[in-house]
């Protein structure tokens, strides 16, 4: 293979399809609602990554690459490494100092991204369930560039032997495509609707179809070989058109489509990446009109500063962001989070990225990270502050990483009970119910003694509501709460209001466990019985998985509740159980998202699980709304 790289015309259009890309990504992650499919931005990065690595690298003739191995791996480490690393060390440094919490899962998330591996530690590191609420990780964006530096450590090697046993780049570009429809197909087998959609979702084999679509298109699309010349004009108004349509499904998906969608993983991301492919194709041809729209120079500054956009803006979102906004953000924070996600990515651009990429290691480890002693006077006062900066990073990032800081962080973890199962009709022996009622009656007591309203003698002793709580018992003659580990939360404060109610609540329980677990509880399937469920805590569930939960309780009176936790699926699932409640007369809503939302002292740090006033309010809640 020749050494010498083959420098290709610059397509303008192409920054503008960055641009866009990462814009939407970021309305994504700042969960805005009109950017529901925001995420498949990542998607357009993977087949441009294909197209223009593959267009790099493919001969016009021969079976021969154009750019010799070793210096390709070498500009793609120039490239990609230094400031993501930059990244991750100050992500990593500043949590130390700022963030502990996040310090006992951050470490294995800074190892496995140095390492570009982060993708398949996402997928088989079984993080704790504590781990999986709160701020996320800073650097789970990394995933995607794990998944982007493997494809560039093994598609060359690929691609030269392929050129070597098919010889026709045509023939070849039909094995590439067929590669492309197994990735999506193996997508599809694995994809378990209303399961945690993570292993497919980060996994490189499920995800390398929408690389292998833009190296198919380097093969059928060479951008050696686009001319303006010889077209008719029946063409260039054919090229428009298709550019045009396919722009727009681009657009529509960014505002129609969402992550819980089955479609999406079983064919509807191989069909939004072949839209990509034909995008990318008419942009990239010089008679484009909407190449030279998406060439506007806001967008092609963008688009050229994608690279750091994308590498800091979720360290800035999660680090600068607190954890009962995570869902519901601040404009005036997120305006600021903008703007300093564009300032450090033009710094990083300029002072780490372009310098790394035109001279290389050594000379900027020379020019800017050797310190003579001798010449330490001579420095301007910018690189003195920098180099003490960087010092101080280095040495904080490696303190936190030792394990030195954030290890009492899990101590309180410890103790949460993972699962609790209370029984109204067959818990309580003679002896638990002699103990019960002679803690009550004392409580009573006390309670006469300090209250001097004419009705104390009907109260309970904690919050003065057993005529509640009678009408309660009157109403129905048994209740069932399944939930997840709110229930648990709030498991001893419902028992205490409702002595025979029966309890079933895990931690981590979606709604497709519940319906397995539904027919346990057939009894409770009457009209004279209640049902809670307080599920989507976890996870969005399909419109299937939560009919059959309900179906199987359709002669009992259902009360929904729903939820507030820092997530991006908070709002699907919100507004799926308002549906349902709108659809069936035996289904009540018990909004306690809208009692929450501004509430942020209800919650522990995590932002999801209970702080007492959080129990007490939730409980009352509930009471409140099956008594109306």
Known sequence: MSGKTVNHRYIPGIDGIRALAVLAVIAYHFNFKWASGGFLGVDIFFVLSGYLITSTILPLKGNRLKVGLGEFWIGRFRRLLPAAYVMIITSFAWATLFHKELLHTLRGDAISSIFYSSNWWFIFHKLSYFDSFGSPSPIKNLWSLAIEEQFYL???????????????????????????????????????????PSRIYYGTDTRSFELLIGCWLALVWPMKRLSSQKLSTDHVNKLNAISLVAFSIFILSIIF???????????????FCLNAAILI????????????LLSLKPLRWI???????????????????PVHEIGNPAYWRVALQLVLILIIAEISYRFIEMPIRKEGFRSYYRQYLVVNKDK????????????????????????GMTGVIG????ESKESKPTEIKINGEEQPSKHNDEKETTESNSSNVEHEKTETSPQADKEEPKQGEND???????????????????????ATSLHNIYPNITIDAKIGRQVSQAVQLAPNYASFNEPNKAVIIQLGTNGFFTNDQIDSLLNAFSNADIYLVNTRVPRSWESNVNSTLQQKAQEHDNITLIDWHSVAINHPEYFAPDGV???????KTLTNLIQQTINI
């Open 154 to 196: 093994i598609w060359p090697i690929l691609l030269m032997l392929g050129l070597y046993l098919v010889k026709k780049q045509s023939k070849l570009a039909i094995f590439i495509f067929s590669g492309a429809l197994c990735s999506a197909v193996l997508m599809g087998i694995l994809y378990e609707p209303g399961a945690d």
């Open 257 to 271: 489509v969402n992550e819980y969608q089955t479609f999406l993983y079983r064919g509807g991301m191989f069909l």
């Open 281 to 292: 194709a008419c942009v990239c041809h010089p008679i484009s009109i909407l190449g030279k």
């Open 303 to 321: 688009g050229s500063r994608s690279y750091g956009i994308y590498l800091w803006h979720y360290p800035i979102m999660v680090l600068g962001t």
């Open 376 to 399: 330490w006077g001579s420095f301007s006062f910018t690189r003195k502050i920098s180099t003490v900066l960087v010092s101080l990073f280095l040495l904080v990032f490696f303190t």
């Open 407 to 410: 290890k009492e962080q899990t």
């Open 468 to 490: 509640i709580t009678a009408n309660s018992n009157e109403s129905y003659n048994g209740i069932l709460a399944i939930g997840d580990s709110l229930m648990i939360d709030i």
């Open 609 to 615: 699980h209970l702080e007492q006033k959080g129990v």
